[in-house]
């Protein structure tokens, strides 16, 4: 199975601040990385979708981008509304597998 | 609006069955391809299964072994069945719609705890 590994495990930042999340794969997956926000009782939404694109509801603060193994997540001005675990995913080869998760809190 | 709703017992005693619902509205499970995912304190999150209308399915190898998944068209539902459970398989089972080599639309996930 193809590894996903993300870094840090948990950031605390302020308001208005550029948070960052990175997240590396043991074999490349080309460009096929997801990324999730989860909020324990919410339906998780997909913020990006392979080729760094961003879902159609999402804020534009969020972007991503990478290739090969290595990607990352920003948040451009975090957001209260931005508390929650982001997870990255790998699409390129079964089994689709996850990262371990990065929390996010205000400082 | 697409929605998904899981539903399903919150507790299953060990060795049990472990059978969930996911109920579909504001679209087809003829249309696309459906996918479980859980979230287990050992594992995270976890893929565990996809299924394609009319019902062809792909498991993770992980639970090959214990997983069945089927579907209803028409009451527009999609089903897991997980056997010989532990305490190892509580947690939060979702289920997702996929869509361009995404989980595009997710359910509010339904809480699964293994006990006796």
């Known amino acids: 199975d193809t590894q996903m590994s993300q870094s840090p495990s948990s950031i605390s930042a302020s308001v208005g601040d550029r948070v960052t999340i990175t997240c590396r794969a043991s074999q490349s997956v080309s460009d096929y990385v997801n990324w999730y926000q989860v909020k324990t009782g919410k339906a998780p939404p997909r913020l990006i979708f392979p080729g760094s694109s961003l879902s159609g509801t999402v804020s534009s603060r969020f972007s991503g981008s990478g290739s090969g193994t290595e990607f990352t997540l920003t948040i451009s001005g975090l957001q209260p509304e931005d508390v929650a675990t982001y997870y990255c995913q790998q699409s390129y080869d079964f089994p689709w597998t996850f990262g371990q998760g990065t929390k996010v809190e205000i400082k | 609006q697409v929605h998904l709703q899981e539903s399903g017992p919150g507790l299953v005693k060990p060795s049990g069955t472990l059978s969930l619902t996911c109920t579909v509205s504001?679209?087809?499970?003829?249309?696309?391809?459906w996918n479980w995912i859980r979230q287990t304190a050992g594992a995270g999150l976890e893929w565990m299964g996809r299924?394609?209308?009319?019902?062809?399915?792909y498991s993770n190898p992980s639970l090959q072994s214990r997983i069945t998944m089927s579907l209803d068209k028409s009451k527009n539902q999609v089903f897991l069945r997980l056997t010989s459970v532990t305490a190892a398989d509580t947690g939060v089972y979702f289920c997702a719609r996929g869509s361009s080599n995404s989980f595009d639309i997710w359910g509010l996930g339904t809480m699964v705890a293994v006990s006796s």
């Open positions: 504001g679209w087809s499970v003829s249309a696309d391809y």
């Open positions: 299924i394609y209308p009319p019902g062809t399915t």
